[in-house]
């Protein structure tokens, strides 16, 4: 191989001649024969780990099965529990309330940021900070949830004791059940904020700088500018961010797991988790699918409810 | 005449300008008001990072006072110590590089192999399968949990090895498309050049093109490097057997010992778990930066 001098020559030879590169036909047959084995890895991958899986689901959720007996087909029953189950209707409505807060926060800071490093653009500045707020992205779910339960500590923490310092009685974070569902969204907001920074860093760069030129010198200023002119040219960019964040929070575990385990109560018990306790402690796989498939078809709804309305919204160059 | 100076001083190279404002200093009100936006973002962002850096620091009979020590004084090291008697760290970092280390190389393969004939070798009822790969984008990785669990320890008998946590990760629909949108911007001339030269079609991919798409490449290995480091739920459904479990599990597990400890080892054992990301980004992070900011583009 090392003494050839161009590529490939004195590999012709060991093709058999139905795939010799010499005719177009020949070619035409490399290129399927090639394409064909390189799509078989991920093919059968996605087929045996994320099709198969998800028909399985679907099936499951119609059928009553507990690992000690074979499944049992049951119709409608495991839905028809399932949407009288108040403890159900609970994780869904905190996964909702959270997922608002988490998104609502998420997407207001990161385009604020954004915005305001864009005034600093080629700065050794814009980059220490990019770099700083990116870094709660590489840590795990369970490492934040774990610090921040610390920092959030109703006696110790080290937030209750700063807001002592400016004369804030102590805020029961995550033992009332009131405030843990915005504690934890704020936990999330801290680990996910950089990763929502740099997607709307990417829209802030390419926004039309002769528009908004232009606006300027036809007198929009400040805030109108901002609101008339900027924020419908980022549009686009606020769609995909969250479409992104929304599907991501409506599948919230890792940080309510690790920092309240679903409580105080029931108070912030995600819908994940319900599946999680119902399948892996109650062993009951067959309820558990159905809650995961209203959940998925949730989900669908939602991205699908989010592109309708971006048609009055979003704005398109 | 400051329009003039903004607009020059922020470019690099300029050597005309006669008065230099630095790039960085703020020029209006609303450049004041950013600025300070941007450090209060900045310092809760580090704060606790820094305080879980100088906690794990702390001897164990201080490690939950108020106020925060945020300069290390005593550097006691004994919390790193104590973190290997209370939880397997060193086989739960080993299991985790090993998970990590395979999942990155097999969606390297994987995800560049199917991106490339999704882009570039056509074979009749390709584009329904592109659609196919796209469409399990939509489904959530949560919904699928409980029969890949099944899949995995009745079909393959694998729960509660390192394989179960690898095996399913391979397949990347995220990482084929993505890829496939690096070799789609690679002018097809090259490959008429080389076939000029002799070359086959697998010599074609793999001298030719293959080289050309390491940026891609780079952002798949760190997203997939963070993701699969950062796995929890995964896992904890997974595995069993304390000595396998990665070592996001492993300080689950530390956190709950330690309930009536020293949160300084939870803290410690944290700040080790946490190394090997900071060095993949530091090492990835124009890459991944700049790709995830092309991403939003695509909006």
């Known amino acids: 191989m090392a003494s050839e001098t161009t590529l490939g020559s004195g590999r012709r030879n060991w093709l058999p001649a139905w795939l010799a590169g010499d005719t177009v036909q020949g070619i035409r047959r490399q290129r399927m024969v090639l394409g064909v084995l390189f799509l078989l890895p991920t093919l059968i991958g996605l087929i045996v780990f994320v099709l198969a899986p998800i028909v399985v689901a679907v099936a499951l959720g119609f059928m009553k099965w507990n690992v000690f007996r074979p499944p049992e087909f049951i119709g409608l029953k495991n839905f028809a529990r399932l949407f009288q189950h108040e403890l159900v209707g609970n994780s869904f409505s905190n996964t909702f309330v959270m997922m608002a807060m988490t998104v609502g926060m998420l997407e207001v800071f990161a385009i604020s940021l954004a915005l305001s490093v864009h005034r600093f653009a080629r700065s050794r500045l814009a980059y220490i900070f990019r770099t700083v707020w990116f870094l709660p992205v590489l840590l795990s779910g369970v490492s934040v949830a774990v610090t921040l339960s610390y920092l959030f500590h109703t006696d110790f923490g080290v937030v209750n004791y700063y807001l002592g310092v400016l004369g804030i009685d102590k805020v029961p974070w995550l033992v009332s059940s009131d405030i843990v569902r915005f504690s934890v969204s704020l936990a999330t907001v801290w680990r996910n904020l950089g990763f929502t920074f740099i997607i709307y860093l990417g829209g802030v760069s390419a926004l039309p700088q002769e528009i908004l030129e232009a606006a300027t010198v036809d007198g929009a200023r400040g805030l109108k500018r901002l609101w008339l002119i900027t924020l419908p040219l980022l549009s686009p960019t606020i769609l995909f961010a969250t479409v992104i964040d929304v599907i991501r929070l409506l599948q919230f575990f890792d940080e309510p797991y690790v920092m309240t385990r679903g409580g105080p109560g029931d108070s912030s018990r995600t819908t994940v988790m319900m599946v999680y306790d119902t399948a892996f402690a109650n062993l009951e796989f067959g309820y558990a699918s159905s809650i995961s498939v209203i959940l998925f078809l949730i989900i669908l709804a939602v991205t699908g409810f989010q592109f309708l309305l971006s048609k009055r919204w979003v704005f398109y160059q | ?299």
């Open chain 2, 1 to 299: 005449m400051t329009v003039i100076n903004r607009l020059s001083s922020r470019r690099r190279g300029d050597e005309d300008v006669v008065e230099r404002i630095p790039d960085w200093m703020p020029r209006s009100a609303a450049d004041w008001l950013a600025m300070v936006f941007m450090l209060i973002i900045g310092i809760l962002t580090i704060m606790p990072i820094v305080w879980v850096v100088t906690t794990s620091l702390r001897t164990p009979a201080e490690s939950f006072t108020v106020p925060p020590e945020w300069i290390p004084r005593d550097l006691y090291f004994g919390n790193y110590l104590q973190v290997f008697d209370e939880i397997p760290f060193v086989y739960q970092m080993g299991n985790s590089f090993f998970v990590t280390l395979s999942t990155v190389v097999g969606q390297l393969t994987t995800a560049t192999l199917a991106g490339y004939t999704f882009a570039r070798l056509y074979f009749p009822g390709r584009d329904v399968l592109f659609w196919v790969v796209l469409a399990t984008l939509m489904i959530p990785y949560q919904a699928t949990l409980i029969p890949l669990f099944i899949i995995i320890s009745r079909v393959f008998g694998l729960a509660d090895t390192l394989w179960s946590l690898i095996l399913p990760a391979l397949p990347t629909a995220f990482g084929t498309f993505l890829l496939r949108q690096y070799f789609l911007q690679i002018p097809g001339e090259y490959e008429e050049a080389a076939m000029m030269d002799g070359a086959n079609q697998f010599q074609i991919f793999r001298r030719v093109y293959l080289p050309m798409v390491a940026p891609g490449m780079a952002i798949l290995a760190v997203l997939a490097f963070n993701g699969k480091w950062n796995d929890f739920l995964t896992p904890l459904i997974f595995m069993n057997t304390t000595s396998r479990f990665p070592i996001t599990l492993g300080i689950n597990d530390l956190q709950r010992y330690m309930m009536t400890g020293s949160i300084s080892v939870v803290l410690a054992a944290i700040v080790m778990a946490t190394l090997p990301v900071v060095l993949v980004y530091v090492f990835g992070q124009r890459y991944l930066i700049e790709g995830l900011m092309v991403g939003g583009l695509k909006g």
